[in-house]
């Protein structure tokens, strides 16, 4: 499978996802002009996206599907609380409901849903898996990775997980306090603190790639980031496992291939895959 993370911070989420000959994106926070720039930076062209896959309604995760959607007959697929805190245009635009906490199929992608605890309508996080049985986790935009979700993004072979803020630099910056109470709040983003504390508890055998997402511009740095990972790394013994990396914010990260380590397991049939078409 290939992944290449476009853009993640606050000014913008999408990551491409290919294998097997069928390419979506997660995430549309970037809009049409820009997603094209961003695939070219990796060698793809936005000719090869076959659908649009939402996390949430907020506008750095949204921004740009509806207007990707029609510019390029690409049909968006989202939970029903997310269509209906959306502003997208049902009447212009092909979306396909999927229930959270399912699975379900784009090409020979199996989408596996899993919902997350953040201040919006139906949130989900997802575990992508390709047809030789490689999976890779995204999830950013968590207050709290509970049980349900770490369960979700283990047994990874790739997994691309927030690591949004440094609790001392969101405590001592300039947001209102409303905002860092919003922030710090379970339905809020993950702190640094946090997110090594729940990938302590994802990482298996078989990952073998770790991205850390959406950093905040002014309440995080990559090399506070990426030290600390490094440092749980080394305690759990797992630097040689595993390739660490951070994504950018105003540009492309590159391209991952990210491949199954163990046999691949029977295919399942996908559940829930009859959903409604607006």
Not at 147 to 174: K, Q, T, W, Y
Not at 253 to 276: D, K, S
Request: aromatic letters at 6%.
């Amino acid at each position: 499978m290939i992944v290449a993370p476009l853009s993640s911070g606050s000014a913008g989420n999408s990551y491409y996802f290919e294998s097997d000959g069928t390419s979506i994106l997660v995430d549309a926070g970037l809009g049409p002009r820009e997603t094209r720039k961003r695939l070219e930076q990796v060698g793809k062209t936005i000719e090869q996206v076959q659908a649009i896959v939402i996390t949430h309604e907020h506008y750095d995760h949204i921004r740009g599907a509806g207007s990707i959607a029609r510019k390029y007959h690409i049909p968006i697929y989202l939970t029903q609380g997310t269509l209906d805190a959306s502003r997208i245009n049902r009447d212009v635009t092909t979306t396909i409901v999927f229930p959270n906490d399912s699975t379900f199929t784009i090409g020979e992608l199996n989408i596996h849903a899993r919902r997350t605890l953040h201040d919006a309508a139906d949130p989900a996080c997802f575990v992508i898996e390709s047809r030789d049985g490689t999976r890779v986790g995204v999830a950013s935009d968590l207050g709290h990775a509970d049980a349900p979700v770490i369960r979700h993004l283990s047994d990874c072979d790739g997994l691309f997980f927030e690591a949004n803020h440094d609790l001392d630099m969101l405590r001592m910056g300039s947001y209102p306090w409303s905002l860092k109470r919003r922030i710090m709040s379970r339905f809020g983003h993950l702190s640094n603190d946090d997110s090594m504390t729940a990938v302590q508890r994802m990482i298996g055998a078989d990952l073998k790639n770790l991205c850390l997402i959406h950093l905040s511009q002014k309440n995080n740095h990559e090399s506070i980031v990426r030290d600390m990972a490094t440092r749980l790394l080394s305690r759990l013994g797992a630097t040689n496992q595993l390739e660490l990396s951070i994504a950018k914010q105003f540009e492309a990260t590159g391209v991952y291939e990210i491949a199954r380590r163990r046999p691949a397991r029977p295919r399942l049939p996908a559940l829930n895959t009859q959903m409604a078409l607006f």
